[in-house]
């Protein structure tokens, strides 16, 4: 009898061990984690401006370059998160690390609005403002710098953590993958819009101190969420850095480089079997070869059979590179020039945090006769109607027109990155106009806040937010599908690198636009206090011209890489089982993917 209970308990464990994980039940624990991270960070980025103008007596030129530095920094710093992630402790051990990262680093900020010590003396007149200090500076930087640093490892491993959980081998799996992106972006957002107007209002309005111990407390809960659903997740492995990978493979070409495509004929190409590998790019095999990039290939060509041992492994892995290696090298560059589009556009996303928060503070923002609206609050315009219309995409288009035409009816990835690039130019040249007729008020009235309502900034910022939702989206699910697994944490660094690079890029257009324009004792067009002795709107009309060359250039260069969607691991997968199982083709042919 003792030892039916015992079979009894060991068939109860070995069912509970077998059960399924992943899915909609893991999603849900991390969707949470996210969307109480994104509140806490994005709580700090919407209103980041007004802080360091308010208690840190920042303007002009120097405020711009550190928010949107910082900014970038919080999105380049991914690409160091996922080299650690996949190449040493897995996306589970990386989010759990940087989530504590990034509460220290709040922690640090909500110090600084808590000590007056450890900022400047506050200044009323926003004239003779005394200046901070290198040590407060350095205490400041110090946070933010480990906010960022958390951000590294966060937002590159929370896209593929949550794209681990699906089987994309299947065909439910790959359509549970493609509604997982737009879910993923409304579920935060949806928490950001409730929470960021309580949040950003009792920063500006009650108190910082308590406006940052919010966001360090959602930090704290996206934490604990996240530990709460461990037991649901799939938690791959880390086989190794696809970064490393890249750089063997280029030196290797560039090794080979005199090789003639013609010797092609007379090589084989070097597969290692499963016992031999050793790389990252080796593990994950069902990437076959393409003709795309042929460049490349020299790299896994033998030339000679002593370049592998008598185990049939390569003796000198920055000469000889497998296939897979040199195929996760062309996945990369397959995606470049989606990545090249994508920066202008996210450029527009970057000005919102910052000038177009410096326009709401130069405006008349009561409602009634005393109620001041918060200038961080202009963000949510662009939240919300990006939420609106991923419910209008995924709730009512989809679902009414599938019904009726009995197909699906989701629109291409190249019409959606092509609207989004056409909103931002129409977004840009709307906030000229609307700013046009800001500054034109103030100086009419000589007064520092135009009598100009913050109202009519909800155009540009609705135009922002549809902006987001057709080009922001739509590069997301692009890089993480075009990606094979052992990739997907790569192509949530290049998503947010993309962020990291149009902020760097605004900094260093409105650096150069302020020298040029500020020769000769003229007043530049951008930096010092007042907006109303800037030309903002010519800088908005020039960011509008480069949406223009980027639309010219998407549509007759980038939108040729945007083939039709398809997710790295379905087709492969099949192709594989024709091919024998190691993805090669018996003839040596190619295979398009």
């Known amino acids: 009898m003792e030892s039916g209970r015992h079979s009894s308990a060991a068939m109860e464990a070995q069912k509970t061990a077998t059960k399924k994980k992943g899915g909609w039940k893991s999603i849900k624990y991390i969707i949470g984690n996210e969307s109480f991270e994104k509140l806490a960070s994005m709580s700090l980025i919407a209103n980041m401006t007004v802080y360091l103008r308010s208690n840190y007596n920042m ?309 009634g006769s005393k109620w001041e609206i918060p200038p961080g609050w202009i963000i949510e315009i662009s939240m919300i109607s990006l939420s609106i219309w991923i419910f209008i995409y995924e709730g009512i288009y989809i679902p009414k027109l599938k019904k009726f035409f009995k197909q699906d009816a989701r629109l291409t990835m190249a019409m959606r990155l092509r609207i989004g690039i056409i909103m931002s130019i129409v977004c840009m040249v709307t906030a000229g106009i609307i700013e046009r007729k800001r500054r034109d008020s103030a100086l009419n009235s000589k007064t520092y806040v135009s009598p100009i309502h913050i109202s009519w900034l909800i155009p540009q910022l609705v135009l922002s937010g549809l902006m987001e939702a057709f080009d922001n989206v739509a590069m997301m699910e692009f890089f993480t599908t075009r990606m094979p697994e052992s990739m997907r944490t790569i192509a949530g660094a290049i998503f947010f690198i993309t962020l990291s690079v149009a902020s760097y890029l605004n900094t260093l257009i409105v650096n150069i636009i302020h020298k040029l324009t500020g020769t000769n004792g003229r007043t530049p067009w951008l930096g010092g206090h007042d907006l109303n002795n800037n030309r903002l709107d010519y800088y908005y009309y020039i960011v509008a011209g480069f949406g223009v060359l980027n639309l010219i250039y998407f549509t007759f260069f980038g939108s040729k890489y945007v083939a039709p969607a398809k997710v790295i691991g379905v087709e492969e997968e099949s192709q594989q089982v024709e091919d024998g199982g190691d993805g090669r083709n018996p003839s040596g042919a190619y295979h398009e993917v």
């Open 59 to 367: 303007s002009g030129i120097f405020l711009i370059n550190v928010v949107t530095i910082w900014m970038g920094t919080s999105n380049i710093s991914t690409l160091a998160g996922a080299f650690i992630s996949d190449a040493y402790i897995g996306r589970f051990l990386t989010l759990l690390f940087a989530s504590i990262v990034s509460l220290l680093g709040m922690s640090m900020m909500t110090l600084t609005a808590g000590v007056p010590h450890l900022r400047p003396p506050k200044c009323n007149d926003g004239i003779n403002c005394m200046q901070p200090e290198n040590w407060q500076l350095g205490l400041l930087f110090a946070g933010l710098g480990l906010i960022a640093l958390g951000a590294g490892g966060l937002r590159p491993c929370g896209i593929a953590f949550g794209a681990d959980q699906f089987d994309t081998t299947t065909a439910k799996g790959k359509k549970q993958l493609e509604s997982f992106f737009n879910l993923w972006y409304l579920s935060f957002t949806v928490a950001l819009i409730v929470a960021l107007t309580g949040v950003v209002y009792i920063q500006t309005n009650i108190s910082w101190v308590i406006g940052f111990a919010i966001p360090t407390a959602c930090l704290l809960s996206s934490f604990i969420i996240f530990l709460i659903g461990r037991h649901t997740y799939v938690m791959k492995k880390p086989v190794g850095s696809v970064l490393s990978d890249i750089i063997k493979v280029i030196v290797a070409s560039i090794r080979k480089r005199k090789m003639s495509y013609d010797d092609e004929s007379r090589c084989s190409f070097y597969y290692p079997l499963d016992h031999h590998q050793e790389e990252s790019g080796s593990k994950n095999h069902n990437l076959v070869r393409t003709q795309r990039f042929k460049c490349f290939d020299k790299a896994a060509m033998i030339i000679d059979p002593s370049e592998l041992n008598s185990n049939g492994v390569a003796k000198n892995k920055w000469r000889l590179c497998n296939v897979q290696q040199v195929e996760n090298l062309k996945c990369v560059v397959g995606i470049l020039p989606i990545w090249v589009s994508g920066i202008g556009c996210m450029l527009v996303n970057d000005l919102q945090v910052t000038f177009g928060i410096l326009q709401a503070i130069q405006m008349n923002r009561t409602i």
